[in-house]
């Protein structure tokens, strides 16, 4: 298996995020925000290794491996689950006259993941039942 510098930077923001969570037992404005800046970083590297493997393989650079495809999911799933523990943590214990600046980025990223998720599973599913004579093409 090829891992891409991408890659690798992904998964230590990704762990960074997920692992050791920084939110404050009660709501601190500077401590959620560095959450929230995790949170966003870990999903911009995450985002620039998939582009950066695809592309890759695009180019003929590296033949595609199916293991680098779950590794990229799996590191996605990861990073959802801390992102929803961190809005029901923030919509709990959030003063709603504090601001957050970054909240409706996180949020906006939150969205895109689980979109691309939903999206990925369809593709699984579809791909099975070709596999399977129970499609003739993809859905």
Request: with cysteine.
């Amino acid at each position: 298996m090829i891992a891409s510098n991408e890659l690798c930077l992904a998964q230590k923001f990704v762990n960074d995020y997920t692992v050791d969570p920084i939110l404050p037992e009660h709501f601190e404005t500077e401590a959620c925000e560095r959450f929230l800046t995790a949170g966003i970083t870990a999903h911009k590297w995450l985002c620039r290794a998939e582009e950066s493997l695809h592309a890759a393989v695009e180019h003929g650079i590296t033949p595609h491996d199916p293991t680098l495809d779950e590794a990229i999911e799996g590191l996605y799933r990861r990073w959802l689950a801390a992102c929803e523990r961190a809005e029901s943590w923030i919509d709990a214990n959030w003063d709603h006259g504090t601001n957050l600046e970054q909240l409706s980025e996180l949020r906006a990223c939150c969205d895109a993941v689980r979109a691309r998720l939903e999206d990925r599973s369809w593709l699984k599913q579809s791909s099975k039942a070709v596999k399977e004579g129970f499609a003739s093409e993809p859905w």
